[in-house]
Every structure is written in structure tokens, then in C-alpha cells.
């Protein structure tokens, strides 16, 4: 089994810059990095009400006068700054964009970028965005995103796509160019609700939940759980139970001294490894990483550390 390690960037806030990003993503790329990774949110209202899923006061940290870069438009742009590594969303908010024009958008960014996207997809949190975007089926949103990436599916992968569905319906169109992977980019199914780990096991090709952010704890027994969950459900779908690949996402903070009181992915170089195995133990093949970081020489010196201390520690 081959563990892949992805990065996470900074699209957002007082590291997000068109040099910061092209240098990160760069620097990911010669260390060995499998993929780099931005976020979503379109509109960041000023009053928030909605309960913030990783965070254990339900409170979200977000600002809105800061800058937070569109995902799909930042990943073109690194596909033309990079080479090899895979660019991925995490998460895309489906029920935000038009599917049409999303899948679109999509399938060009990984014609341009030679087959690099991976999707991954989620269906939001924040009922005041909805409503600043003029959407009105916040409470449908888990619906109208099954929807969305069922579009996505047949405008990727049918020379006469058709599709007749709750909120839209598809007939006579072409839509070329069809995604550079075959039969489809992947599609990587965030959250870790009983409804994500159905999505996953009835469309994703991967689930990436974060973790070890309360109340998103997951701590490996109970990863371990949900992934016998989906890999039941992948077989009810008619899928083969190891269809959906399990991936962990989560923050990493390398310390110089060991310490006996700690949290996990906190510590020396050999105990964050040691935290990483007890995940790889129970299935995870991908770990996306991000680091605390308010300078892009401290954010670069936490990927080189991780990429030359930790990963080595790691079987192969």
C-alpha cells in the first residue's frame, strides 16, 4: 500500500499571495509532495450564526475582510506555475456553483494541468453564505449536491450526456473537452457525518475527513469505524468494498523537545510519525497536512521538516 502525503496552502488570509502560493506549491513539488491543497468560501458574511464544525466552541474564525482566493481559478493558476504535483480542492462547496459550468470549469483545469485535479467535494455549513449567494436550499444542500456530482459524472463521461434530477435536467448539449483522466477526475467526499460516509461510499473515489479539531475528533479507532461503515455501504451501492480510498486531513506542529503532554500530530519528528502510523494502521493511503504558519519562511521550514524528519520514519 503506497501512503501519499499532501499539502495544504494558504489561499486565504495573510499568507495568501500569488508569489507565496507559487512558491509553496513549488517547494511541495521538489520535496516529494503528492498533491497541494486550497479551500472554499466565496462570501464570508460579517454575522455567523451557523454552528463551525471544527472548531469546539461552534464558533468560526473566519474574517471577512481578508482575502480568500476563488479555488478553481487558484489551482489553474498553479497548474501553469507547477509540473507534476496534484492540485486539489479541499473542500469544494458543490451546492454553491451551477454544475454545468463547474464541471466545465473543472474538466478544463485538469485538461490544462495533464490530469492533476483531484475533487474534493462537500456540500458547506454556513447557511448565511448560502443566503448571501442567493440560494435558497440550504436545508436540501446534501441533496442538491449528490445531484450536482451525479451532473458532473455524466457530462464527464457520455458523448450525449442526459440527465433528468430535482433540481436539473440535461438534453442535447455537447460538452467537450471531456476531463484528461479517465473515466473521471477523482472525486474525494469530505466530512464525516452518517450522510458524508453515504456520499462517499455512493460516489466518491476517496473520503478525506479532518481530524483531531474538536468536535472532529476521529482519533483512529473511530476512523477506523467509519471506514468499515463505507466500505459496508460501497457494497450495498453495488461498488467493491475497497472503492472508496480513505485519506486524513489534519494540522502538524513539529517540536524540537519531546513532550509527554501533548496532542496527537504534536511533538518531535518520531512522535508525530508514531501518530500517523496508528491512522495508517487502520486504512489511511493519503494524509493531507497543513502547518501553523504567519511567515512563508516558517510555513516552508515546517514542509521541509515533515518532508526530511517525518515521512523517512514512515514504511513505505
Known amino acids: 500500500m503506497t501512503i501519499t502525503y499532501g499539502c495544504s496552502l494558504p489561499s486565504r488570509g495573510v499568507m495568501a499571495s500569488p508569489d507565496n502560493l507559487v512558491s509553496l506549491a513549488l517547494r511541495a513539488e521538489d520535496l516529494g509532495y503528492s498533491s497541494v491543497w486550497v479551500s472554499d468560501h466565496?462570501?464570508?458574511?460579517?454575522?455567523?450564526?451557523?454552528?463551525?464544525?471544527?472548531a469546539s466552541d461552534g464558533v468560526a474564525t473566519f474574517i471577512p475582510d481578508e482575502p480568500y482566493y476563488e479555488?478553481?481559478?487558484?489551482?489553474?493558476?498553479?497548474?501553469?506555475?507547477?509540473?507534476?504535483?496534484?492540485?486539489?480542492?479541499?473542500?469544494?462547496?458543490?451546492?454553491?456553483?451551477?454544475?454545468?459550468?463547474?464541471?466545465?470549469?473543472?474538466?478544463?483545469?485538469?485538461?490544462?494541468?495533464?490530469?492533476?485535479?483531484?475533487?474534493?467535494?462537500?456540500?458547506?455549513?454556513m447557511e448565511?453564505?448560502?443566503?448571501?449567494?442567493?440560494?435558497?436550499?440550504?436545508?436540501?444542500?446534501?441533496?442538491?449536491?449528490?445531484?450536482y456530482l451525479e451532473i458532473y459524472k455524466e457530462l464527464w463521461t457520455k458523448v450525449r450526456p442526459s440527465f433528468n434530477g430535482n433540481f436539473f435536467?440535461?438534453?442535447?448539449?455537447?460538452?467537450?473537452?471531456?476531463?484528461?483522466?479517465?473515466p473521471h477526475p477523482p472525486i474525494?467526499?469530505?466530512?464525516?457525518?452518517?450522510?458524508?460516509?453515504?456520499?462517499?461510499?455512493?460516489?466518491?473515489?476517496?473520503?478525506?475527513?479532518?481530524?483531531?479539531?474538536?468536535?472532529?475528533?476521529?482519533?483512529?479507532?473511530?476512523?477506523?469505524?467509519?471506514?468499515?461503515?463505507?466500505?459496508?455501504?460501497?457494497?450495498?451501492?453495488?461498488?467493491?468494498?475497497?472503492?472508496?480510498?480513505?485519506?486524513?486531513?489534519?494540522?502538524?506542529?513539529?517540536?524540537?523537545?519531546?513532550?509527554?503532554?501533548?496532542a496527537m500530530m504534536q511533538g518531535i519528528p518520531e512522535q508525530i510519525a508514531a501518530d500517523l502510523r496508528l491512522y495508517q494502521d487502520v486504512g489511511v493511503q493519503n494524509f493531507i497536512v497543513s502547518f501553523p504558519a504567519s511567515s512563508l519562511s516558517e510555513q516552508q521550514e515546517s514542509m521541509e521538516r515533515f518532508a526530511r524528519e517525518i515521512i523517512p520514519l514512515m514504511p513505505i
Request: hydrophobic content about 40%.
Open 71 to 125: 479555488p478553481i481559478a487558484t489551482l489553474n493558476f498553479l497548474a501553469g506555475s507547477t509540473t507534476s504535483i496534484k492540485l486539489g480542492t479541499h473542500v469544494l462547496i458543490i451546492p454553491y456553483r451551477n454544475p454545468i459550468l463547474t464541471a466545465k470549469m473543472l474538466s478544463t483545469l485538469d485538461v490544462l494541468s495533464k490530469g492533476r485535479l483531484i475533487l474534493g467535494a462537500g456540500v458547506g455549513w
Open 188 to 262: 474525494w467526499i469530505g466530512g464525516h457525518s452518517s450522510p458524508a460516509l453515504r456520499r462517499a461510499a455512493q460516489y466518491g473515489d476517496g473520503w478525506m475527513p479532518i481530524g483531531l479539531r474538536p468536535p472532529a475528533i476521529l482519533e483512529p479507532e473511530e476512523l477506523s469505524d467509519k471506514i468499515n461503515i463505507i466500505k459496508d455501504l460501497s457494497i450495498k451501492f453495488g461498488r467493491s468494498e475497497d472503492s472508496v480510498t480513505p485519506c486524513f486531513s489534519t494540522h502538524i506542529s513539529i517540536k524540537d523537545q519531546p513532550t509527554n503532554d501533548r
Open 128 to 147: 448565511e453564505e448560502f443566503e448571501a449567494l442567493g440560494l435558497d436550499y440550504f436545508d436540501q444542500r446534501g441533496a442538491v449536491t449528490n445531484e
Open 169 to 182: 435536467d440535461i438534453d442535447e448539449i455537447g460538452f467537450l473537452p471531456k476531463p484528461f483522466q479517465t
Open 42 to 54: 466565496i462570501i464570508l458574511p460579517r454575522s455567523v450564526d451557523s454552528f463551525y464544525p471544527y
